[in-house]
């Protein structure tokens, strides 16, 4: 028994179908999709065809304005969004567009500006944005834009994206002191829990080793 897929449910009731990741999918699914775009046909698992386009109305036309049963037709309103990677390292995936991009209508979308990179960061982690005055996340969002530009320049290999930008911000959120209350040092610390930011130094003078502090 077959059940159909969010895919084909929003090809038959008209709705926006979102596929993710599409630079992960193996070519010979990348080619169906584009068969489905381009030719408005796709076969399906229990042998039905997904028609839509012209050649829908050729089969209508054939059939004296009936479809066949095993014929499944594409609502006019269907539309397909596919989110995909750029190739290469360190994503790893198939060239998407260079395999079905002149099916779609291409849009290239590059990493947000400083300021709505810091409004993001700041939706995420409001607390602990509100607790340091702005300041960290601030400090977060140009560390990130460094790295970017690094990454163009090829000084780095890895090119940081919003997301991991996002899941720093998220952690700082529900992670706000690394060093909890008994501080992890022999002698006794002259703040109160929670220790206010910026953290003190844990080594003040006279510095517990054996040579003299600067």
């Known amino acids: ?13 008209g709705r926006v179908c979102v596929l993710d990741e599409a630079d992960k999918a193996p070519v010979e699914v990348v080619v169906l999709l584009k068969a489905l775009v381009e030719d408005g046909e796709l076969l399906l698992g229990d042998g039905r065809t997904l028609l839509g386009g012209n050649a829908l109305a050729a089969a209508r036309r054939r059939g ?15 539309r397909l969004w596919v989110l995909a990677n750029r190739p290469g390292y360190p994503f790893s995936g198939n060239a998407f567009f260079r395999e079905c991009g002149d099916a779609f209508s291409s849009i290239s979308l590059d990493n947000p500006d400083a300021a709505s990179e810091h409004a993001l960061l700041s939706h995420v982690a409001p607390t602990y944005d509100a607790a340091t ?4 996340l601030a400090s977060l969002t140009a560390a990130f834009a460094e790295l970017r ?11 940081y994206s919003m997301r991991e930008a996002v899941a720093t911000a998220r952690h700082l959120e529900t992670n706000p002191n690394p060093y909890p209350y ?5 002698y006794p610390y002259p703040y109160p829990y929670p220790y206010p930011y910026p953290y003190p130094n844990p080594y003040p003078y006279p510095y517990p080793y054996p040579y003299p502090y600067p």
Do not use: K
Request: charged content about 15%.
């Open 182 to 186: 008994p501080y992890p040092y022999p």
């Open 149 to 159: 530009q690094l990454a163009e320049r090829g000084a780095i290999s890895h090119p």
């Open 133 to 136: 005055h702005g300041r960290v």
């Open 64 to 78: 004296g304005g009936l479809l066949p049963p095993d014929v499944v037709p594409v609502h006019d309103a269907f």
């Open 1 to 13: 028994m077959y059940e159909d897929a969010p895919l084909v449910r929003a090809a038959v009731h």
